[in-house]
């Protein structure tokens, strides 16, 4: 990661957040630190844990950036906010919230996901989102970030319980869009949806057309070298090749299953979800002092 991969979206105004976007290249994550212009209050969004799916060796460099960052604009950290259990990469949060006493929080139906992955790991009770997250927030819920007022949506396809985060003419639209020229993201996980993630991308693009909104991913696309995370509302509509206007429920349906039907899957998402659906602890230490990961063996 270089400096040029963290980019600073300017608040437009009162209401409105300073945005920074810090690009994680093994993943084409984008992590996002959102803060009040006048408290320096900052909500730390789907921060990285480096993991080698090689090795199994953990690194912080992804999330020290994201600190770094703070600290050079003077932001104290407010929240640690995850909109979903990622497939893709491991969650910091409990590492950020022990590095900085922030609470940490995701959507409330990380419960039923975590039901679902129990089965999945044959972990019985040991995934608890209760145990692992301050809180767990609700479709409609809002809360304070300094002197700006965020509000959850439940935005599900990509998984059952993902969330979105509004915050004046900000929003964080994790999994669902990707970037114009790239459409929109799989939603053929456990408990995802193709229909569902229609009906949170219609809910998304029905906001003002000047809200900007910030994508979870960016793997590059043809005629475009540089990673990217921004558009607003009306150049989705304009120019997605997903979802721009004209586009039908029935036509995004079957074009997203025939995409996702041809995706290989994440080659961290087995070792990933039972460390994010304990909000990014690794299990207990066995008797020799190391920890272990479950592996489902022939259930993908």
């Known amino acids: 990661m270089t400096d040029a991969d963290i980019r600073h979206s300017p608040s437009t105004g009162p209401g409105s957040p300073d945005v920074w976007g810090c690009y994680e290249p093994d993943t084409g994550s984008i992590q996002y630190v959102c803060a009040c212009p006048t408290t320096k209050k900052a909500a730390l969004i789907d921060v990285v844990w480096g993991f080698d799916p090689k090795s199994f060796r953990f690194d912080t460099t992804a999330m020290d950036r994201v600190l770094g960052l703070c600290a050079r604009e003077g932001l104290e950290a407010a ?40 089965e999945l790991y044959n972990l019985a009770d040991e995934l608890d989102p209760e145990r692992d997250f301050d809180r767990l927030f609700a479709d409609g819920d809002t809360f304070t970030l300094g002197d ?30 990707m970037m114009p020229d790239m459409g929109s993201s799989r939603a053929d996980f456990p408990g995802g949806s193709a229909a569902e993630l229609w009906d949170s991308l219609q809910s998304i693009l029905r906001r003002p057309p000047a809200t900007r909104l ?30 721009r206007a004209g586009t039908s429920r029935a036509d995004f349906v079957a074009t997203r299953e025939a995409r996702d039907a041809a995706l290989p899957l ?31 063996v022939g259930r993908f």
């Open 214 to 243: 910030f994508v979870g991913h960016d793997y590059g696309a043809e005629g475009r070298d540089e990673p990217a995370w921004e558009a607003s509302v009306a150049e989705h509509l304009e120019q997605n090749k997903h979802v």
């Open 148 to 177: 700006l007022t965020v509000e959850v949506e439940l935005t599900p396809g990509h998984t059952l319980g993902s969330i979105a985060f509004h915050a004046g003419d900000a929003s964080f639209v994790h999994d669902t869009l």
């Open 79 to 118: 929240w640690i906010l995850d909109t979903h259990p990622h497939a893709d990469h491991v969650m910091a949060s409990a590492l950020l919230k022990a590095r900085t006493g922030a609470p940490n929080a995701i959507g409330a139906k990380v419960r039923d996901i975590a039901v679902l992955w129990r």
């Open 266 to 296: 994440p080659n961290r998402m087995l070792a990933a979800l039972q460390i994010n659906l304990r909000g990014g602890r690794l299990p207990e230490a066995e008797a020799d002092g190391h920890h272990y990961l479950k592996i489902p």
